[in-house]
């Protein structure tokens, strides 16, 4: 069963770095959905007893949110604002890339001192990859000019949190996570309109020319 | 094992090799909708190579023709110490992947000098290139069998492949095939196949290893595509072993599926071949860098 975690887990991080090295939204949009679904099944893979009601009506949930309606709602937003490239971010690519494998080698750094007072049974791959996902989400938060795409950076910032979650605690506060999504879900939403406005307005959603408007 | 086995793998990768060339063609056929050229194609073209004499130019000294014979030894000097499949190299010591890597940019080292003897202006920028992306690939490869080395807590290739299947069990495969995937990324860039090279292009400024040997015909660029085809066969090896880790008792099978392995990576590579487009020049570096990443993740992944 651990290969199979393992497994996963391995895909989660190859679709941050999808995220992190390319221009095309699409492209982006399809990793983060993958990265929900990614999430519902390991945390299906990862409930050790026989397959309890709430989890799986939890990760049942995670796969329509994350994996369906979300990507919708960004994919409407896509079209739009009618963009689907990020032209030029602030960093090149290749240095995005470099920069996801520095980010890699820390998160894999501070974890090993968590590991220690994580509960033994936990996956030991899963912890730095939820510090990983995470720094990606910041990383692309920060780099990018679109604020499509940065919408994108706070998915995978999510993500990242949630992996965490799953990671640290046993027995996790459903009802604590429910209300998370149902947040996330909100947020995106209003976003998708923003998004939408911004457009409208100013005929681009470059945010970087947005700090610059004054009365 | 007995180490008969080993010399037959190695009689085997010699006089096989260029079938892997005629089984890449083969699928590229396929997926064009062509015919394509016999399978045996390759030994057709090396008989009718071999036979010929050379053409050298005034301008051009002893290392002109040098450099595919050494290129050629080199090659032959490398697939001594690669296993294929579980199957253990005719040579091994501890560290023989640097042996192996150094004695294939030495031979590259003398087909930059043979290329930059003629003076030609398009030799010297396929040189320039050669060297550059192989440059960027070096580091990659040692990253990738670093980690297959962790895994494993081999010392030589042969050790190191030997007891992959062993280790997969509670390291958990997706370590390998990563590392694997990185190797097979470094086996497109130092083989010049589609992503980064195009082998049939006709124009010299797209080109990248062909530019190198524009001027060498006749025996000398069979030299050249034989040594080509060998360093094919060894790459393929690494990538095959990394990806199929499973091992049988019996010797006979264990060569059966070394090969197997071996040509089902060229089909791949003829795979990736007919779908993909050649990238950019300057995107190449970001393919490594991909490898690259690749190869880092793996590693930390095995030492997590």
Sequence with gaps: MTGIVDFLIVLLLLTNLRILGSSRIPACISAVALQGVLLAVILVSLSSEPLWGGTAAFALLLLAVKGVVLPWLLRRAMRDASVTREVEPFVDFSTLLLLGGGLMGLSFLIARPLQVSAPPSTEKGLLPSAFFTLLTGLLVIITRRKALTQVLGYLTMENGVYLFGVSQAIREPLLIELGILLDVMAAVFVMGIVLFQINREFDHIDTDRLSVLKE | ?304
Excluded: C
Aim: no cysteine; charged share 10%; hydrophobic share 55%.
């Design chain 2, 1 to 304: 094992m007995t180490p008969a086995f080993s010399f037959v793998s190695f009689g085997l990768a010699i006089t096989l090799s260029p079938l892997l060339l005629g089984v890449i063609q083969k699928t590229k056929a396929f997926f064009a909708g062509r015919e394509g050229a016999p399978l045996m194609q390759p030994y057709f073209d090396f008989v009718k190579l071999f036979r010929k004499g050379g053409v050298y130019s005034r301008t051009t000294s002893w290392v002109f023709w040098a450099g595919p014979i050494a290129n050629l030894a080199a090659a032959l000097l490398s697939l001594t110490f690669v296993p294929l499949g579980r199957i253990p190299a005719p040579a091994a010591f501890p560290g023989d992947v640097f042996m192996v890597a150094y004695s294939l940019s030495l031979g590259r080292f003398l087909m930059v000098l043979a290329a930059l003897d003629t003076g030609s202006a398009f030799e010297g920028m396929g040189a320039s290139r050669e060297v550059r992306f192989s440059l960027l690939a070096e580091p990659v490869f040692f990253v990738s069998v670093l980690t297959l080395a962790v895994v494993t807590q081999g010392a030589s290739l042969s050790e190191i492949y030997g007891t992959l299947p062993r280790h997969m069990v509670h390291q958990g495969i997706s370590t390998i095939w990563l590392a694997g995937g990185a190797v097979a990324l470094v086996l497109l860039v130092e083989n010049a196949r589609i992503p980064v090279d195009d082998p049939t292009t006709h124009l010299e400024l797209t080109m990248i290893h062909e530019a190198m040997v524009l001027d060498h015909g006749g025996i000398d660029i069979g030299f050249v595509q034989y040594g080509a085809a060998l360093k094919l066969w060894m790459f393929s090896a690494l990538v095959a072993g990394a990806f199929f880790p499973f091992s049988s008792a019996r010797p006979f099978l264990e060569v059966m599926g070394g090969i197997g392995g071996v040509f089902a990576v060229a089909v791949a590579v003829g795979i990736v071949e007919s779908s993909m487009a050649r990238l950019r020049l300057i995107r190449v570096p970001q393919l490594i860098l991909l490898a690259g990443v690749l190869a880092l993740m793996a590693l930390l992944w095995a030492a997590r």
